[in-house]
């Protein structure tokens, strides 16, 4: 992430006295901060409940801090057996779930059936840290609302939340 930032890290270490990790980012000129600050006023927001299924508790502070950002409620479940019951318990209010694929003890493809299970119509965004031509994602039927690769980029997730949010939903789509 920080080679994609235009970075570097530096290390140093001694022995039996420990390391130094310097992280190095380009500075970034007021002209461009306001620039970001201006794309950042017109990106799509809502209001609606959207819940992250990630066990990665950083990509999940992340994905929360944005969207909480664009006015969205944010719930967070770290593991696909508790967030199946979770939702089970609160489905009429979540509008949407973000969906990591790649999780231990239940993965996103059960939990992504188990919820379907429960709602039909859900609507699920498919998160991945891989590409999304990858043998985990091709399983996936037409299915699913999107598809977002991490790291995420807010102009695309607000951009996939809010077209999930304002398509009907899958499985009324393929409903005659």
Avoid: W
């Avoid at 500075?27 to 990106?43: H, M, N, S, T, Y």
């Avoid at 508790?57 to 019951?85: F, K, P």
């Avoid at 979770?86 to 493809?109: E, F, H, T, W």
Wanted: hydrophobic share 40%; proline share 5%; charged share 20%.
């Amino acid at each position: 992430m920080v080679q994609n930032h235009g970075g570097f890290i530096n290390l140093e270490s001694t022995p039996g006295h420990g390391a130094t990790f310097t992280v190095y980012l380009p500075r970034v000129i007021a002209e461009q901060q306001i620039q970001a600050r201006k794309r950042r006023a017109r990106l799509p927001r809502g209001t609606e409940t959207i819940l992250i299924i990630d066990d990665e508790e950083s990509v999940c502070e992340i994905a929360r801090d944005m969207l909480t950002g664009l006015g969205y409620a944010v719930h967070v479940v770290h593991e696909g057996r508790s967030a199946v019951e979770y939702y089970r318990s609160r489905q009429a209010s979540i509008d949407l779930v973000l969906l990591d694929i790649n999780m231990p003890v239940m993965g996103g493809r059960e939990t992504f059936g188990l919820l379907r299970a429960i709602n039909a119509g859900v609507r699920i965004i498919i998160v991945t840290g891989y590409g999304k031509d990858t043998a985990e994602t091709s399983s996936f039927p037409s299915a699913v609302n999107g598809f977002l690769q991490k790291p995420f980029q807010i102009e695309l997730l607000a951009a996939r939340v809010r077209q999930a949010l304002d398509s009907p939903s899958v499985y009324q789509e393929h409903v005659p």
